[in-house]
Nanobody
Framework: QVQLVESGGGLVQPGGSLRLSCAAS????????MGWYRQAPGKQRELVAS???????NYADSVKGRFTISRDNAKNTVYLQMNSLKPEDTAVYYC????????WGQGTQVTVSS
């Protein structure tokens, strides 16, 4: 089994920054693709950013230039640095790792509001 624990969410004013972390533990014997998704009320879950085992990254158009995904393979941890936050970034953010199948974290709330 694989467990994912996210942290770093909270309330921030527009233009502010947050850094999310996601630590993976359990049956992890190699380096696997990981990603961040988000789901706003009444909307479908959407990809925010992903990173391959080799470090190649991919971003949703809405966050390009503002968000940065990175990983620490020694710690099985993926990060999402979020800058210049906007109210439309408000959502529950989920971490995902793909090992044969997808495993999800419990989510962390990000609220951008003045």
């Amino acid at each position: 089994q694989v467990q994912l624990v996210e942290s770093g969410g909270g309330l921030v004013q527009p233009g502010g920054s947050l850094r999310l972390s996601c630590a993976a533990s359990g049956s992890i014997s190699s380096i696997y693709p990981m990603g961040w998704y988000r789901q706003a009320p009444g909307k479908q879950r959407e990809l925010v950013a992903s990173i391959t085992s080799g470090g190649r990254t991919n971003y949703a158009d809405s966050v390009k230039g503002r968000f940065t995904i990175s990983r620490d393979n020694a710690k099985n941890t993926v990060y999402l640095q979020m800058n210049s936050l906007k109210p439309e970034d408000t959502a529950v953010y989920y971490c995902r790792i793909t090992i044969s199948r997808n495993y999800w974290g419990q989510g962390t709330q990000v609220t951008v509001s003045s």
